[in-house]
């Protein structure tokens, strides 16, 4: 079994090791967040993979939602990542928290709507939740 290494901080979002300043890899928030690993925030529960996924409308291309949840974005280090100009380098997130899925914008310049509303901060998702992230429209699903 690996040693974690506890020098390093990580990211109070999602828990992914990083050095303070560093850009968080997986949901794109900057290490200004970073934490001892002494302090570390308690992880949710995995679910099963493929039980969640956001299905993209115009390509139909299906991303499951792996450890609860997923970055979005036009960089690659997104789970999600989509060739769209009007999309930010790292535009939004979906978390798993509190037995539920939230969307949250990551300060896009264009926003994230869901279901025709822009958002501010995290709001809950639902099955059939539509989200808008650049010119990319995203439908929730889960348990199917």
């Known amino acids: 079994m690996a040693e974690i290494d506890t020098t390093k901080g990580c990211c109070k979002y ?40 956001l299905l993209c409308l115009e390509s139909q291309e299906r991303f499951n939602l792996r450890n609860g949840g997923c970055s979005i974005g036009r960089h690659q280090r997104n789970e999600v990542c989509v060739d769209d100009p009007y999309l930010s380098r790292f535009h939004a997130r979906i978390v798993y928290a509190q037995g539920r899925y939230y969307v949250e914008d990551l300060g896009s310049t264009n926003g994230t709507v869901v279901n025709s509303e822009p958002i501010e901060g995290r709001r809950p998702i639902s099955p ?15 348990g199917e």
Do not use: H
Request: neutral net charge; glycine residues 14%.
């Open 14 to 53: 999602c828990g992914m090791d990083l050095e303070p300043g560093e850009l968080c890899p997986k949901c794109g928030a900057d290490g200004a967040g970073a934490v001892p690993r002494s302090r570390q925030p308690a992880r949710p529960a995995p679910v099963a993979e493929g039980t969640a996924y």
């Open 128 to 142: 059939g939740d539509r989200i808008k992230v650049g010119r990319t429209e995203l439908e929730f699903r889960q």
